[in-house]
């Protein structure tokens, strides 16, 4: 059985990763002249560790990662809001581990064949029985694998009435800022606008910024610079430390929910089925969920029709779950993103009030999926 991978990033080799496991052909088609990821950090949580321990990668991630469990959140002043307990949360949950995108990109790509990657392929078209029409002419497959991001030829081929992607009202930088003493993963509120940072194994310090924002506006460094201007100690370090070509930015945008994540022999994962808000740190992380879960839904197909029971199951274990969790995503960037001074005065205090216990409990939901 031969399955084509649309997309050749961390959800998409994830998946090649679980399908080849699965005994499966792959063939990963990736619109990029090479493999590889421009990005900055990423925290990869313990529901995603597990993921990569089930794909046989959870060890040469470790090797590159430092602790990333979050220490909690603090007001522009340096306060805190809300305090993790780190060693509770590690005891409760797992690991946590903070990466650069790129090295966990290269961690997944290296697992693959390397005679499946073809990259500098532009994807045009998908059909439901598997053709997918594209730059370097057409291709057919058993198994197809729409995971080409939030603006996703997959689903716009196949899902043509979905909605199309949804401004979340804020914008995000997101940088890697030259070392600066950090111990902890930190998280900052303001009035509309947050700031995060944290180590990486290298010694420098993965950085983003969030702010309400027109769709479309938002400048460089020198805007980060004005907007932060204030925070508390790091983040002034922070930004001095960073250099222009080394910020990203980006609008944030979430995909509405599908009835389905499936159409006859395509199905989809990650950000092309349920793109989401980064304010739970999930995007990544589902993705190689749904890489899992899907490889072992598939393993040891042998026919079409067995084939289609096996989406369908697939659908119905991850579609509810990565639906909830863009529904939370969502909920805490509203919160979070308050800028009234009423209510960022109620959030905050209510905030100092949690207990610790509490906060720990909230991770439950997202955090206690195994593979």
Request: glycine residues 10%.
């Amino acid at each position: 059985m031969k399955a084509i991978v649309l997309g050749g990033g961390i959800g998409g080799l994830a998946t090649a990763v679980a399908l080849d496991r699965a005994g499966w052909q792959v063939e990963v088609l990736e619109r990029a002249p090479e493999f590889g990821e421009v990005g900055a950090g990423l925290a990869v949580l313990p529901n995603a560790m597990r993921a990569l321990d089930s794909l046989g990668l959870g060890d040469p991630v470790r090797a590159l990662a430092v602790d990333g469990a979050q220490a909690g959140v603090q007001d522009v002043s340096g306060r805190w809001l809300s305090r993790a307990d780190a060693a509770e949360l590690r005891r409760r949950y797992g690991e946590w581990a903070m990466v650069h995108r790129a090295d966990l990109l290269e961690v997944l790509r290296a697992k693959v064949p390397a005679e499946a990657l073809r990259p500098g392929v532009h994807v045009r078209e998908v059909h439901a029985d598997g053709t997918v029409v594209h730059s370097a002419g057409t291709s057919t497959a058993d198994l197809v694998v729409g995971a080409d991001g939030v603006r996703s030829a997959t689903r716009r081929s196949l899902w043509e009435d979905a909605a199309p992607p949804r401004y979340a009202g804020y914008t995000t930088w997101r940088m890697i800022s030259a070392p600066v003493p950090v111990r902890e993963p930190v998280e900052t509120w303001g009035r509309g606008m947050r700031f995060g940072y944290a180590p990486l194994a290298d010694g420098r310090v993965y950085c983003y910024a969030v702010a309400n924002a027109p769709e479309g506006s938002g400048g460089g460094l020198a805007e980060l610079h004005e907007r932060f201007a204030g925070w508390h100690d790091p983040i002034p370090a922070l930004l001095a430390a960073t250099e222009e070509n080394a910020v990203l930015h980006h609008d944030t945008y979430e995909l509405p929910c599908l009835s389905t994540y499936v159409r006859g022999s395509v199905v989809l994962v990650g950000d092309a089925a349920h793109a989401m808000t980064p304010n739970l740190g999930q995007g990544a992380c589902q993705a190689l969920e749904d890489a899992v879960v899907l490889g072992s839904a598939v393993r040891g197909v042998r026919t079409r029709a067995v084939l289609a029971d096996a989406l369908a199951r697939y659908d119905r274990e991850r579609r509810p779950r990565t639906q909830m969790v863009v529904r939370r995503s969502r909920r805490i960037g509203e919160v979070a993103h308050w800028s009234s001074p009423a209510a960022v005065a109620l959030r905050d205090g209510a905030m100092r009030l949690m207990p610790r216990s509490t906060f720990v409990r909230s991770f439950a939901p997202i955090l206690d999926w195994t593979a």
